[in-house]
């Protein structure tokens, strides 16, 4: 104005000028914090209707394209401004220095009439903001309400300071109410940031325990899961015990002292109900145990990494599950419908009211107790007694939000959202959850890699006009600063945990529920953010160790990082039984079911990482109960192909060997021990049982299930369990029967002068070695028993006949000599103790001698046309029964006693009678002569003059062999003579 050529017009000035001495700018009106009053605004109402009354409007002069304009124009200037005042009804201040102002919220007529104005400007604005078609505004006006409930941002008090704050400030429920039921309404509208609001305060009210749970309001509520749990009663009842035990260890406190008793009531009274019912101590460096030895007890400002447990049916607290179903009378409204009722007999009357004075009349009601009319006044009653008819603050604020609010409705109605609203309401949840584990990490920053946190944010709780004014879409949603640590402090950092525990299990439950709720599109979401959300949530990676904020005194320790472990558990429960449901769901969608299936490589080893977090918090029982499920979708499986079997087969491998052990007393007890209905190993052999028996699947299942019946026969091993390691052989058994129609098509496509296909011997040798294994490693008779029984039929079935010859050479070398030989040396050793079961080694000893003798009979006419091979053959076999017949013993009488002599003596007669029939055999061929006659001769006739016990029969023997000699076969034409 000063400079020359650069004042303004005459008229211009002075045209403000006569503005301002017509109507003069006042103050009197506005409150003492500066902000406008409620009679201040009637003022300005009541100015702007008496003169748009007397003037033209300007719009009218304007087209319909050029008015939209303007209307679009005139919301982007006025929202800002007009939601700050809506903050001011709202009595949002700028910043909050104390935990004492958490009590100071305007209460009574004040509050109910501010929360009122709040309500109707700001969905007002909301609404011209949708209608004007501005969805950028619309997004930024719902995130500075969500940012105005004050549960959102930075948590630097505890969680009773937070709840109180809350409770006590009906202008903070309101714009909650506002915010979730515009999310309900309105999902489509909002967008990431939206949605991130959203699921902030979610968690922050799961936290606070405002949002309302227990059995008996288990279908109003959100924290339901639509499936039954993967865990029976008693296994989640004895998995939580567990858990809460893992964290009060690791954040340092003394579970086996008496001395620490109640502060050990206090922190499990803390995870089993959530955030604790007075404040927490501050943290400090007294913290150690007396002695000053142990362990430091870890806890953070806010309290969140107590919060361990999620329980779907528990109550929030004691008043929670009381709440009388039959005060919701006629006055009172469903969450689903209309915002608010006017708590009115609406049958005489029924008057249109706004959601806010709708919300003002609830809230005059509940202060003249409408709903609790019988309050006793004799003046002789208990505080026991007034629990049971008077509901603290926070139930009443429960039972308000859970009526209005429709908070499950966020998640069953996603179905009706488009599929970007969708997918942006699961990437909110995704993102809160990776900064959550950020956070866990530390605070983010560019030195360090990885996702980084801003920690430059406005103050939290009650972050107001200023702070939306500032930063209206990011405000109290993106950060969580840390407190710095005093040095010496033993605390951990305030950002430890944005989340709790609790609510990152809540988290994933609502991610799950969402995909499952939108199944018909189930394929756009799993690639766009389910499949790496997961793949980076369960695969093994290498975790990046707990560590304080910038501070050069706090440095990671052991008990830090073996805490962060145990929080992590809660989240990565749900995240595996979440992935585990969405497969139980889309195994019959041809479309994603491989996708879906594949992905579960990432719940066990190599991929996976979660058997690492915890030896005492495994989730085998998950796995396994979520395998049954899988696999009892017998028409889903036949249309899956190799990435989906090859997902499910590595889990029945990895549960059938984690099964639970039994003690060996028991075991070795002989009376039946039982596994119990939900043991991984029993449910895997379920799975395989169906899978091979199911005619719908003969022709689906492919042969590598090989690998889990072994792996299950090698867990009933393992858990001193002989029951399920023979049913494992009894499925061996199977898939040797179904390798046998492998056999049958290749002989019907393949030409009488066209050698077979063989390309079945891959799985059938897998099939013998997992014999082969249980009967030579495996502790219990029973199982060596039954699968030499096997193994012997299996070698000599048809499937011989088509073997070529090098696989015949790997049986004999491979499997029969060295098992047999290896077998009855520990059974001979074994018949020398004194407590040994004769008929037992008996029969097992008959059985190796059959497994050596019997197959080498049925394919001795192929192995007599491998020249080098049948000599290595029979040689090995013959040192074998040297081991056996190299010493002689006296006949042994009969009896009905089976001492150890006798024993040995049956043993030995037993195997001189086999080496005889072979003997016999090979002379008919044309294969032994006299000892001269040739090298298997030569070796043969030798070898038996070592065996001391036959050497009464070897006269014999040699006589027999050359009367039965054919003579029309020459020494020369075999050429291994």
């Given amino acids: 104005?000063?400079?020359?050529?650069?004042?303004?017009?005459?008229?211009?000035?002075?045209?403000?000028?006569?503005?301002?001495?017509?109507?003069?700018?006042?103050?009197?009106?506005?409150?003492?914090?500066?902000?406008?009053?409620?009679?201040?605004?009637?003022?300005?109402?009541?100015?702007?209707?008496?003169?748009?009354?007397?003037?033209?409007?300007?719009?009218?002069?304007?087209?319909?394209?050029?008015?939209?304009?303007?209307?679009?124009?005139?919301?982007?200037?006025?929202?800002?401004?007009?939601?700050?005042?809506?903050?001011?009804?709202?009595?949002?201040?700028?910043?909050?220095?104390?935990?004492?102002?958490?009590?100071?919220?305007?209460?009574?007529?004040?509050?109910?009439?501010?929360?009122?104005?709040?309500?109707?400007?700001?969905?007002?604005?909301?609404?011209?903001?949708?209608?004007?078609?501005?969805?950028?505004?619309?997004?930024?006006?719902?995130?500075?309400?969500?940012?105005?409930?004050?549960?959102?941002?930075?948590?630097?008090?505890?969680?009773?300071?937070?709840?109180?704050?809350?409770?006590?400030?009906?202008?903070?429920?309101?714009?909650?109410?506002?915010?979730?039921?515009?999310?309900?309404?309105?999902?489509?509208?909002?967008?990431?940031?939206?949605?991130?609001?959203?699921?902030?305060?979610?968690?922050?009210?799961?936290?606070?325990?405002?949002?309302?749970?227990?059995?008996?309001?288990?279908?109003?509520?959100?924290?339901?899961?639509?499936?039954?749990?993967?865990?029976?009663?008693?296994?989640?009842?004895?998995?939580?015990?567990?858990?809460?035990?893992?964290?009060?260890?690791?954040?340092?406190?003394?579970?086996?002292?008496?001395?620490?008793?109640?502060?050990?009531?206090?922190?499990?009274?803390?995870?089993?109900?959530?955030?604790?019912?007075?404040?927490?101590?501050?943290?400090?460096?007294?913290?150690?145990?007396?002695?000053?030895?142990?362990?430091?007890?870890?806890?953070?400002?806010?309290?969140?990494?107590?919060?361990?447990?999620?329980?779907?049916?528990?109550?929030?607290?004691?008043?929670?599950?009381?709440?009388?179903?039959?005060?919701?009378?006629?006055?009172?409204?469903?969450?689903?419908?209309?915002?608010?009722?006017?708590?009115?007999?609406?049958?005489?009357?029924?008057?249109?009211?706004?959601?806010?004075?709708?919300?003002?009349?609830?809230?005059?009601?509940?202060?003249?107790?409408?709903?609790?009319?019988?309050?006793?006044?004799?003046?002789?009653?208990?505080?026991?007694?007034?629990?049971?008819?008077?509901?603290?603050?926070?139930?009443?604020?429960?039972?308000?939000?859970?009526?209005?609010?429709?908070?499950?409705?966020?998640?069953?109605?996603?179905?009706?959202?488009?599929?970007?609203?969708?997918?942006?309401?699961?990437?909110?949840?995704?993102?809160?959850?990776?900064?959550?584990?950020?956070?866990?990490?530390?605070?983010?920053?560019?030195?360090?890699?990885?996702?980084?946190?801003?920690?430059?944010?406005?103050?939290?709780?009650?972050?107001?006009?200023?702070?939306?004014?500032?930063?209206?879409?990011?405000?109290?949603?993106?950060?969580?600063?840390?407190?710095?640590?005093?040095?010496?402090?033993?605390?951990?950092?305030?950002?430890?945990?944005?989340?709790?525990?609790?609510?990152?299990?809540?988290?994933?439950?609502?991610?799950?529920?969402?995909?499952?709720?939108?199944?018909?599109?189930?394929?756009?979401?799993?690639?766009?953010?389910?499949?790496?959300?997961?793949?980076?949530?369960?695969?093994?990676?290498?975790?990046?160790?707990?560590?304080?904020?910038?501070?050069?005194t706090s440095m990671p320790t052991s008990q830090e990082e073996q805490l962060l472990s145990i929080l992590m558990i809660p989240g990565l429960e749900k995240c595996a039984t979440g992935l585990l449901r969405i497969c139980t769901w889309n195994v019959h969608r041809e479309d994603v079911s491989n996708k879906v299936l594949g992905a579960l490589k990432v719940l066990y080893p190599p991929f996976g990482g979660l058997y690492s977090l915890s030896p005492n918090l495994s989730l085998d029982k998950h796995l396994a109960e979520g395998l049954w499920r899988i696999c009892r979708d017998v028409e889903g499986l036949k249309t899956i192909n190799y990435d989906g079997w090859d997902g499910i087969l590595g889990l029945v491998e990895w549960c059938a060997f984690r099964g639970e052990i039994i003690h060996p007393r028991h075991a070795n007890s002989g009376r039946s021990v039982g596994l119990s209905e939900d043991d991984p190993a029993l449910q895997a052999f379920r799975c395989l049982h169906l899978m091979l028996n199911a005619p719908e699947l003969e022709d689906s299942v492919p042969l590598e299930i090989v690998v889990g019946v072994s792996a299950l026969i090698r867990g009933g091993e393992k858990q001193n369990c002989p029951k399920i390691s023979v049913a494992g052989l009894d499925l061996l058994s199977l898939l040797h029967t179904r390798v046998e129609s492998l056999i049958i098509t290749a002989e019907q496509e393949t030409d009488s002068n066209e050698p077979i296909d063989v390309s079945w011997v891959q799985y059938w040798m897998p099939i013998l070695h997992g014999m082969a294994g249980a009967a030579g490693t495996s502790r219990y008779a029973s199982v060596r028993q039954h699968a030499l029984s096997m193994l012997t039929d299996a070698i000599i079935d048809r499937h011989g006949k088509y073997l070529p010859d090098e696989e015949i050479c790997k049986i004999f070398t491979d499997i029969c000599v060295p098992l047999a030989g290896d077998r009855m040396k520990d059974l001979l050793a074994a018949a020398a103790e004194s407590d040994m079961r004769g008929e037992e080694i008996l029969i097992e000893l008959e059985m190796c001698i059959s497994l050596l003798f019997k197959p080498f009979l049925h394919h001795l006419k192929r192995l007599l046309t491998m020249d080098k091979a049948f000599i290595d053959i029979w040689v090995n076999m013959l040192s074998v029964m040297t081991l056996l017949l190299g010493e002689d013993i006296a006949p042994q009488g009969e009896g009905d006693e089976l001492t150890p002599e006798r024993l040995l003596w049956t043993t030995k007669e037993l195997g001189s009678e086999h080496l005889r029939n072979a003997i016999l055999v090979l002379a008919a061929c044309g294969v032994l002569k006299t000892p001269d006659a040739g090298e298997v001769s030569a070796l043969t006739w030798n070898s038996i003059d070592d065996m001391a016990f036959c050497q009464k029969y070897v006269a014999e023997w040699q006589q027999q062999g050359l009367k039965e000699s054919p003579p029309s076969i020459a020494d020369g034409e075999i050429a291994v003579v």
């Fill in 1 to 552: 104005i000063t400079e020359g050529g650069h004042a303004l017009p005459r008229e211009y000035l002075e045209g403000i000028y006569r503005s301002l001495k017509e109507e003069q700018i006042r103050t009197e009106g506005e409150g003492a914090a500066g902000v406008m009053t409620v009679e201040r605004w009637k003022d300005v109402l009541r100015a702007g209707a008496s003169s748009s009354s007397d003037k033209t409007s300007v719009t009218s002069q304007l087209s319909p394209k050029e008015r939209g304009e303007v209307k679009d124009l005139v919301l982007e200037s006025i929202w800002l401004p007009t939601l700050s005042a809506a903050g001011a009804f709202w009595a949002v201040v700028t910043q909050r220095t104390g935990v004492d102002e958490a009590y100071q919220s305007a209460g009574g007529m004040d509050g109910a009439q501010g929360a009122r104005l709040g309500m109707d400007m700001s969905l007002t604005l909301l609404e011209g903001a949708r209608a004007r078609g501005q969805k950028d505004v619309f997004q930024d006006i719902f995130v500075v309400i969500c940012n105005y409930t004050g549960l959102i941002g930075e948590y630097r008090f505890d969680a009773v300071a937070r709840t109180a704050e809350f409770v006590h400030s009906v202008q903070r429920q309101s714009a909650l109410i506002v915010a979730i039921n515009t999310a309900r309404d309105s999902g489509d509208w909002i967008g990431f940031e939206g949605w991130r609001a959203v699921w902030s305060m979610i968690f922050e009210l799961r936290d606070l325990k405002l949002l309302i749970g227990g059995k008996r309001n288990k279908m109003k509520g959100l924290l339901v899961e639509s499936d039954q749990d993967l865990l029976s009663p008693n296994c989640r009842r004895e998995w939580s015990l567990r858990l809460m035990k893992e964290a009060m260890h690791a954040a340092g406190l003394d579970i086996s002292g008496r001395s620490a008793a109640k502060t050990k009531r206090s922190f499990f009274g803390t995870l089993l109900f959530g955030s604790a019912d007075s404040p927490a101590p501050e943290p400090t460096p007294n913290t150690a145990s007396a002695d000053g030895k142990g362990p430091t007890v870890l806890r953070t400002v806010h309290g969140k990494e107590e919060q361990v447990l999620w329980d779907e049916l528990a109550a929030s607290d004691d008043e929670d599950d009381n709440l009388d179903d039959d005060d919701d009378d006629e006055s009172s409204v469903s969450a689903g419908g209309d915002y608010y009722d006017d708590g009115v007999d609406s049958r005489s009357f029924r008057q249109v009211q706004s959601p806010g004075a709708a919300f003002e009349s609830q809230l005059i009601h509940e202060d003249q107790l409408v709903y609790h009319p019988e309050t006793p006044i004799t003046g002789l009653e208990t505080y026991d007694d007034t629990r049971a008819y008077q509901l603290s603050p926070r139930a009443r604020a429960r039972k308000r939000l859970a009526r209005v609010c429709d908070f499950a409705s966020l998640v069953s109605e996603s179905r009706f959202l488009d599929v970007e609203s969708v997918q942006d309401l699961m990437m909110a949840l995704v993102d809160i959850l990776k900064s959550s584990s950020n956070s866990n990490i530390g605070t983010g920053s560019d030195d360090e890699g990885g996702d980084t946190v801003s920690a430059s944010v406005p103050e939290t709780s009650g972050g107001g006009v200023a702070s939306a004014a500032a930063s209206p879409v990011s405000a109290g949603i993106r950060g969580h600063p840390s407190r710095p640590s005093a040095p010496g402090d033993p605390s951990l950092p305030a950002s430890f945990s944005p989340l709790s525990p609790a609510s990152e299990a809540l988290a994933e439950v609502l991610l799950c529920e969402v995909a499952l709720k939108n199944r018909d599109r189930i394929g756009l979401l799993w690639d766009n953010v389910l499949s790496q959300h997961y793949k980076d949530c369960l695969g093994k990676k290498q975790r990046k160790q707990l560590s304080h904020s910038k501070s050069e």
